[in-house]
């Protein structure tokens, strides 16, 4: 494995007043009649990161529809990929997304002899490579939707059949944590549409049933599921139950109805019978059940009035639920050729042979949250005795999307770490793999008042004796919401990536565990494929290694553009080519020039040590918007490098480069031969036009050789990245 030596800044405000040093020092520079200066800070102590570009700056390949899969790693289309220059690939793990068991291998074996129940693929290679591997729905989902099953399937929670139920996950129960249950409360949420006065529920409990429970109702304005830490759940005045017996359970919640949008029943003590499956498994017969869900009023002749849409699809009424039983046959695989969320998870052999990891060590996850450690270990054994390089390993996939408590995921995370170190002692394994997000994560308070996710998923492991068993922290970065971009977005990074790196290490993540980006893409709708695609990743990525990142993924690798998922009249985000029907490479998009400019032109494309240093610039807007961020590298060959963003849509800037060492009390300039190239509007414009959405011109980036002088003034055209490189006077 690679060893990236990456420096972790301890001290994150020793940067930030570096950077506003800096800026002083532009501003009060003698520029000879130009105010405008980028500084940058290149005293020998104040390196704020080193880095490997094939290790530090990747990409990722994830789940495709299954019918292009053959023509995404066909090698003329690989060799268009790897010409971007992206290092280190990160696979992307989409079946805990939504909410499917994944078949990593799909020969394996069943827990139940008649060919059924908990599935563990086969950790032996044989002479057949594995090409294609698919995910299968679950029986027992509790969810209608979620952070990613918003394209398929439904809750058995309410689905209007008894005969189907909701389960939850059994590696959530003592006989696998080895905790009492109620440590790990499990639970379902019935989300209305609008607020509606309740005062009964009724319960058709399968089995194993709750003995003691709580439904409770949701106090306060903000969304109970997205913005946990703005309410409370207060338990309804005859809402706990202490002896549950099962069967179907009519409750009178309170005497005068309450209003609320959401119920949730809180699950504290199973009564450990066992479900349809039988007692031949002991996973069958831990946890909770429930055949169907019923709420509303019970009237005063008695009557029960529910407010529910039973629907065994989207029409229902949202439920939502802390785990799902990883159960599940083999009539569960769905495939729709054409659609990612019931496509491909390419196979492992194909993936490592293909040629698009560069023989480099990949990053690699293990489903977790609908899954079973010896599944993992099994999948990692398979990569291990066929020799393929892992660097990383990822443990499970977005569990905040999938409103999971942190607890439940920290518990599965020291199962799973064990069963997979019983493989290597040596893998190293992270997570949570968070969604794309900007500020804290929130989950609903603790017994000691605590909402954050990270630290409570942090003081979990801790308090096991754990903490070693967290090689990385790893998340993903999405800023922008909505299919429309506005330009003015632009200006928020760098300070988007920078400022949630921050919030990890105040959530308590130790110095010494480094910050993976997993994933990333500025999911801005047409703007991705514009100009706009271009400044967003460059500047995204040398903010997040100048935060001391270790490494960033750029989403995704493969041909594939489809529309925006949420935006129907978008065929631009997501990659960095144009496909046709056939899923064939047709055109290069911005991004794809800004990947060969970050990898190939600002840093050296090799494997040698990078060394990064703060820069500032004093240009900005009447509006006190920076409009030109600065990334200093000394690369390996000695040349400086810098990577130059003009945010200003319309007008160029003329800026002059300054050196500035504090430890010998001087400055310096580049001197003599300075290259330059510059990818901007006049190398590459966005036509949009849906589907047949094309760029004219498009690219390639302008190069051109100055002579650099301390006089020189350096032109940064209009929506432009701009490297400079050359050597500094001495």
């Known amino acids: 494995m690679h060893s990236n030596r990456c420096l972790f800044p301890a001290l994150i405000l ?108 086969d950790s032996n290679p044989t002479k057949e490579m594995i090409r294609h591997s698919y995910g299968y729905q679950l029986q027992h989902r509790g969810f209608t939707r979620n952070g990613g099953s918003e394209f398929d399937g439904f809750s058995r929670l309410d689905d209007g059949d008894l005969e189907s139920y909701w389960k939850s996950n059994p590696y959530l129960t003592k006989d696998f944590t080895g905790e009492d249950d109620s440590l790990h409360p499990q639970w379902v949420v019935i989300a209305l549409d609008k607020k509606e006065s309740v005062n009964a529920i009724r319960i058709a409990w399968a089995a194993p049933y709750a003995q003691a429970y709580q439904v409770q109702y949701w106090l306060g304005d903000g969304d109970a599921m997205d913005e946990q830490d703005k309410g409370s759940w207060k338990t309804f005045a005859s809402g706990t139950v202490t002896d549950g017996t099962g069967g179907t359970t009519t409750l009178r919640l309170d005497a005068a109805p309450v209003s609320t949008k959401y119920v949730r029943v809180w699950m504290t003590r199973s009564s450990n019978t066992c479900d349809t499956h039988g007692s031949g498994d002991r996973r069958n017969c831990v946890g909770y059940a429930i055949r169907e869900l019923y709420l509303g009023n019970i009237e005063d002749k008695g009557e029960f009035k529910d407010l529910l849409r039973h629907s065994p699809d989207q029409k229902q009424t949202l439920t939502l639920c802390s785990s799902v039983d990883p159960w599940h046959e083999p009539s569960d695989l769905y495939l729709a050729p054409d659609r990612m969320e019931s496509g491909d998870q390419p196979g492992f052999d194909l993936f490592f042979t293909s040629g698009i990891t560069r023989g480099l060590p990949a990053i690699v996850p293990v489903a977790m949250l609908y899954a079973t450690p010896d599944d993992a270990a099994a999948q990692m054994a398979y990569i291990k005795k066929r020799g393929y390089p892992v660097s990383y390993i990822e443990m499970g996939e977005e569990p905040d999307g999938q409103y999971m408590l942190p607890e439940d995921y920290a518990t599965l995370y020291l ?108 999911h801005g709708g047409e703007a991705a494929v514009d100009i706009f695609g271009a400044l967003w990743l460059a500047d995204s990525f040398g903010g997040f290694l100048t935060a001391g990142g270790k490494s960033t993924h750029y989403y995704h690798a493969l041909s594939y553009s489809p529309p925006h998922p949420a935006c129907a009249n978008s065929w631009g985000t997501y990659h960095m080519f144009m496909v046709d029907d056939h899923y064939q490479i047709q055109e290069k998009t911005a991004q794809f020039f800004a990947a060969q400019l970050l990898t190939q032109e600002w840093a050296e494309p090799k494997d040698a040590e990078h060394k990064l240093y703060v820069a500032a610039s004093d240009v900005r807007d009447s509006a006190g918007h920076l409009l030109v961020t600065a990334y200093a590298l000394q690369r390996p060959d000695g040349q400086w490098s810098l990577m130059l963003i003009n945010k200003d849509h319309d007008q160029a800037h003329q800026v002059q480069i300054k050196f500035h060492d504090a430890e010998a009390n001087r400055d310096r300039t580049l001197l003599g031969s300075v290259t330059m190239i510059t990818f901007g509007k006049a190398q590459y414009q966005w036509h949009a036009a849906r589907k047949k959405g094309h760029a004219d011109p498009d690219g390639p980036p302008s190069t051109s050789n100055l002579t650099g002088s301390e006089s020189t003034l350096y032109n940064l055209p209009a929506a432009s990245v701009t490297v400079l490189r050359g050597r500094l006077i001495h």
């Not at 495709?64 to 992206?86: C, E, H, Y």
Request: aromatic fraction near 12%.
């Open 14 to 121: 020793r940067k930030m007043l570096n950077a506003v040093v800096l800026v002083w020092v532009a501003l009060l520079w003698p520029s000879h009649g130009v105010a405008q200066a980028v500084v940058v800070d290149a005293t020998p102590g104040h390196v704020v990161n080193t880095f490997s570009p094939l290790y530090a700056l990747g990409s990722t390949v994830d789940r495709v529809p299954s019918n292009a899969t053959d023509m995404f790693f066909r090698p003329d289309q690989i060799k268009q990929v790897l010409s971007a220059g992206w290092g280190v690939i990160s696979y992307r793990q989409n079946t805990d997304l939504f909410v499917q068991a994944w078949h990593w291998n799909p020969k394996g074996t069943w827990s139940d002899p008649a060919g059924k129940g908990y599935f563990t693929g």
């Open 415 to 522: 199962q799973f770490a064990a069963a997979l170190h019983r493989v290597d002692p040596n893998f190293k394994l992270g997570g949570p793999v968070f969604e794309g997000v900007t500020e804290d994560i929130k989950s609903w308070p603790d017994a000691q008042g605590g909402t954050s996710w990270l630290r409570r998923f942090l003081d979990y492991l801790g308090s096991h004796g754990r903490l070693q068993d967290l090689a990385f922290m790893s998340f993903e970065h999405y800023p922008y919401d909505g299919c429309e971009t506005p330009w003015e977005n632009l200006y928020q990074e760098p300070e988007l990536i920078t400022h949630i790196m921050k919030v990890w290490r105040d959530d308590g993540l130790p110095p010494g565990i480094p910050l993976l980006d997993t994933e990333t893409n500025d």
